[in-house]
């Protein structure tokens, strides 16, 4: 039977499985909540969106997704307070990126309403599966592939769209060790590094499973002609404070223009950090560890939120970052999970409530 929240249509699921789920113990993106939003782009056009249950899909072998990776997502949270009310950060941000991301792949761009209402009535339907928990949250996972088929190297004529949800807690355990890459790129001018594809982070799985037999967690990716600017890591952007000023390079084709990065930059200037945004080389960051002027490292993402690196790698050396009281990354991270929590004030108008 279904019914109805918002014209947007929803079939329950006849069984939950969230008594099997440990909510104090939540690691990253492993239990699927009951229910996921549905949507179909077919004869030139995308049908509306409904809840449907959380369950396998059914794709012919010739779908295009398996063949020239027409795939894209997004990554965001919705967080519960106090009051257990709930709160989506900055997800028109999202759905833009999506769209830009679709544009750059040949796939077609998804109306706003589909993506919100979607995720509104998704949300509603799987409440209890948010998190209460401080450091906990529903990590949300929009994506769009090509299910339409053939073997001919063109874009596909269907794609289907789905928001799946995980009830997770951080994406990172421990401490934090990065290699400054010098031989594999992730992205280069013109190509699709500015998009959210699912292709930019298969390539980046080789490279990294080099690092991390080296001991490494992640790699930080350096511009791909001459590997001396330091872009971003695998899963988020990267901020150095050198003495007082906080500094991240800046955007480009090669780079996710990530919602947390920019979130976090607006933020440093209403709290008078001095930051810059500026191609930093790998020359500089080395030279500021020997001489005492790096102060802190940190990658910020929506799953990894900011995430303090505790020493990098760079020509078979290691190099610690200072252990320092009042960093630049815990303020900036209370601030930011404060406004998206609902425990202080959003003069930015970042939260959104369900
Ligand atoms: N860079 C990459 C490659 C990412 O996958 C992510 C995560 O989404 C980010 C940066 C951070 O982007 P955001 O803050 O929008 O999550
Ligand atoms: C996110 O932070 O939402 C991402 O998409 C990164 C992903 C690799 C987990």
């Not at 028109?92 to 544009?103: P, T």
């Not at 690196?309 to 630049?328: E, H, Q, V």
Request: glycine share 8%; hydrophobic share 35%.
């Amino acid at each position: 039977m279904s019914t109805e929240i918002n014209n947007i249509e929803i079939q329950k699921a006849t069984t939950s499985k969230i008594s099997n789920v440990d909510f104090d113990n939540l690691s990253f993106g492993k239990v699927f909540s009951d229910h996921m939003l549905l949507g179909v782009y077919k004869e030139g056009k995308w049908q509306a969106p409904k809840v449907v249950p959380y369950e396998p899909i059914t794709l012919d072998p010739s779908a295009k997704i398996f063949h020239y990776g027409q795939s894209i997502f997004e990554g965001l949270k919705a967080y519960k307070d106090a009051n257990g009310d709930t709160f989506l950060f900055r997800p028109l941000d999202n759905w833009k990126r999506l769209n830009i991301s679709a544009k750059r792949l040949s796939i077609p761009e998804l109306p706003e309403e589909h993506f919100i209402e979607g995720l509104k009535a998704l949300l509603q339907v799987d409440d209890e599966w948010i998190p209460k928990k401080d450091g906990s949250s529903l990590y949300i996972r929009p994506f769009i592939f090509a299910s339409g088929n053939g073997f001919h190297a063109s874009p596909a004529d269907e794609y289907t769209f789905i928001i799946a949800t995980a009830p997770s807690g951080a994406y990172f355990s421990g401490q934090l060790k990065v290699l400054i890459e010098q031989t594999y790129s992730r992205s280069a001018n013109g190509g699709v590094g500015f998009a959210k594809a699912g292709g930019n982070y298969a390539g980046q799985f080789y490279p990294t499973q080099l690092a991390v037999e080296k001991g490494y967690q992640q790699v930080i990716w350096t511009d791909d002609t001459t590997h001396e600017y330091i872009e971003e890591a695998g899963a988020m952007n990267i901020f150095i404070r050198i003495n007082d000023t906080l500094i991240t390079g800046p955007t480009s084709d090669r780079i996710l223009d990530g919602i947390t990065r920019k979130s976090i930059l607006e933020i440093a200037k209403s709290e008078n950090i001095p930051f810059e945004v500026r191609k930093i080389s790998v020359t500089e960051v080395v030279e500021a560890s020997k001489n005492g002027s790096l102060k802190e490292m940190f990658g910020a993402g929506t799953a990894a939120v900011i995430s303090p690196i505790s020493a990098f790698g760079y020509k078979d050396t290691d190099y610690d970052l200072p252990k320092i009281a009042n960093s630049y990354g815990e303020r900036l991270k209370k601030r930011i999970t404060d406004i998206q929590t609902n425990k202080s004030d959003d003069s930015f108008g970042w939260r959104y409530k369900i």
